[in-house]
């Protein structure tokens, strides 16, 4: 069936409705017409009214017929019909030889009408020439072939111009239609496609999703929706351009498509996220489940082989969540919950991506109830964490760091964040979370004001000691990190020299030239670093030399099994040895036990920091445990 906006369906409706307004006047005036041509013996024409009739109705009745040869039909009713009243009536007939062209022009086109035209040009001729034909015109001279000429050439002059006007103009309406068509069907494009792929979009796949989850439920099988995002891409992305990364891309949708069915769906949803529906894939979960994971396999297979881009290789691995469709029902069968929408299947699906993600990136992880529990406790962690923030809730303990001698020498700032009932989140449940819904920003500067105070405290009771505060990548990347720690030194007055900033070997490895301008401007205002976890990243002599660094953290990973276990033994004394020819000092990090602390003394440790000293307390206790006599303060290099 003819598109609404094609000229071919205009045509066809025009002519189904003329062919009801000809038959119902037909039958008006036709009817009529017969009975008084037969009253007055005009026997030829009674016939010819009623032939034209009934040929009209037949045309109109058997509407399977192409339409071509309908038209063709109605047409040649219409010439007869002139061709005879001429033949009959006389010159005034004409005006039914004229409505031919242009009725072919208004419903076949220009170039049939043109031939109609000529057609009835020389119908016109012929019949003028005919001395029985009755075309007594008066003023008009009476010589046949003159008579012939000059009727025939202004039947075709009126007639030509009628029927080009009607045709251009239908042909300029076609080419409108033509360009709407066009117009819409790229809107079409952009509204349920992806540009850069040519995949379907979310709008589309929401959709889809809707349809499978209907489909799933009526069919009683089961069916899936996968995740799947490309690792390291942004990474390519950011190295090489969005020209490559856009290759990568299509390159990927490419593969995805060669790896299902024709019938699933491969949508691009955003970014290098993909989503992909397998329907109807067995009868029963496990089996379903069973062909999911193979599916996802062989998309995870197909994603990871290396992508070539103008000569380069490139490797872009995928992490792929899963989640089933229908849901189980909580009585146990298997039609769909009446709450299962299209955004919890695609919510559930991206929830198991980034467990799959988390679990070490490539591979392939079921979404399970469990998992949105999870999302949902971290969510609230979220909301309850920003509020402790704005509340005040949130409290800073001080840990402090010894000597050989076991004198205090320094202290590290740790955050706590306490509950109603007494209890603790630990930091390594409320940093990540921090850390992912960008917290970590404002928690950083909280920080970074309560280790400035703190020092004024500390130097106030007698104890000037150096704090050691963390400061996250995230933070420390920011552009204006070296602006808001001058600006919080200058609203405080704390001394820059009695702060030690804690980053992590990630921070030192991640754009190397802005990590060391921007810790040079630290390091002018008086501020010191450190490494903290020493030896669990990716850290290199290179690297170090070229740092303004003032001391190394030994992780406690490495001190927990010293002295007995030989492999720690020797990573510990390792980095002893090169923090020694670096000049650089070393903290200890997690010493519980005296062995652990003779065995760093004995290896010239400088500094040594856990529970066998003291546990992380609030720096008031500090202050009550440490008369002025008994601190050392450790003066800049």
Not at 82 to 94: C, I, R, T, W
Not at 269 to 290: C, K, N, R, Y
Not at 534 to 556: C, H, N, V
Request: net charge negative; proline share 4%; with cysteine.
């Amino acid at each position: 069936m003819a598109e609404a906006n094609d000229i071919a369906h205009w045509r066809a409706r025009i002519f189904a409705r003329l062919l009801q307004v000809v038959f119902v006047l037909g039958l008006l005036t036709a009817v009529p017409s017969a009975l008084l041509a037969a009253n007055a013996g005009l026997w030829s024409v009674a016939i010819m009214d009623c032939i034209a009739v009934a040929w009209i109705g037949a045309i109109l009745v058997l509407r399977r017929v192409a339409y071509t040869i309908r038209v063709a039909h109605f047409l040649t009713v219409a010439f007869m019909v002139g061709a005879g009243l001429m033949l009959k009536v006389g010159a005034v007939s004409q005006i039914y030889l004229m409505a031919v062209p242009v009725l072919a022009a208004l419903l076949l086109g220009m170039w049939p009408a043109i031939w109609i035209l000529l057609l009835t040009g020389l119908t016109v001729l012929l019949l003028s020439i005919e001395p029985e034909v009755p075309m007594v015109i008066a003023g008009m001279p009476d010589y046949g072939l003159l008579k012939a000429a000059i009727l025939a050439l202004n039947f075709m002059f009126m007639t030509s111009i009628l029927t080009l006007c009607c045709a251009v103009l239908l042909k300029q309406l076609a080419s409108s239609f033509d360009e709407l068509r066009l117009h819409s069907e790229d809107n079409h494009r952009l509204a349920f496609f992806d540009v850069l792929t040519g995949l379907p979009n979310r709008r589309l796949l929401m959709d889809r999703i809707d349809q499978l989850l209907a489909s799933s439920q009526r069919g009683g099988t089961f069916s899936a929706v996968m995740f799947v995002d490309l690792d390291r891409f942004k990474t390519i992305n950011d190295a090489r351009g969005h020209a490559v990364g856009d290759a990568v891309l299509c390159q990927a949708a490419a593969r995805l498509e060669q790896t299902v069915r024709k019938a699933d769906t491969v949508a691009r949803i955003g970014g290098d996220e993909f989503v992909v529906l397998l329907g109807h894939l067995a009868d029963d979960l496990i089996t379903a489940s069973q062909a999911a994971r193979l599916v996802a396999e062989k998309i995870r297979a197909a994603l990871g082989q290396d992508v070539e881009i103008d000569g380069q290789r490139y490797r872009c691995t995928a992490s792929i969540g899963v989640t089933m469709l229908p849901r189980r029902c909580n009585d146990g069968s298997t039609g769909a919950r009446a709450d299962q929408s299209a955004l919890d299947l695609l919510r559930e699906a991206d929830t198991a991506m980034y467990r799959a993600k988390s679990g070490g990136r490539d591979g392939v992880a079921f979404f399970e109830a469990s998992m949105q529990a999870a999302v949902e406790q971290r969510l609230s962690m979220e909301r309850e964490l920003a509020a402790a923030l704005a509340g005040g809730a949130l409290r800073m303990v001080v840990q402090p760091q010894v000597d050989r001698q076991g004198r205090v020498v320094g202290a590290e700032m740790l955050m706590r964040w306490p509950q109603p009932d007494g209890s603790m989140v630990p930091p390594n449940v409320f940093i990540p979370v921090a850390e992912e819904s960008g917290l970590i920003l404002a928690l950083g500067a909280w920080a970074m004001r309560q280790a400035c105070e703190s020092v004024l405290l500390l130097a106030r009771a007698g104890v000037p000691l150096p704090l050691s505060v963390n400061v996250s990548p995230s933070q420390f990347r920011q552009p204006d990190f070296v602006e808001q720690v001058r600006g919080v030194l200058a609203d405080t007055g704390a001394p820059a020299s009695m702060l030690v900033l804690e980053v992590t070997e990630g921070v030192l490895i991640d754009h190397m030239a802005d990590t060391i301008a921007r810790m040079r401007q630290l390091a002018a205002l008086g501020l010191r670093f450190s490494i903290d976890d020493f030896g669990t990243g990716y850290s290199s002599l290179a690297y170090l030399r070229q740092m303004p660094l003032y001391e190394l953290k030994i992780d406690r990973s490495f001190i927990m099994d010293t002295p007995g276990d030989a492999g720690s033994v020797a990573l510990v004394q390792a980095i002893l040895a090169m923090a020694g020819h670096l000049g650089l000092k070393v903290v200890a990090e997690g010493v519980e036990t005296r062995e652990q602390a003779d065995f760093l003394i004995g290896h010239d440790c400088a500094c040594m920091q856990g529970y066998l000293f003291g546990r992380p307390m609030p720096l008031a206790a500090l202050i009550a445990l440490l008369p002025p006599a008994t601190v050392s303060v450790t003066a800049p290099r």
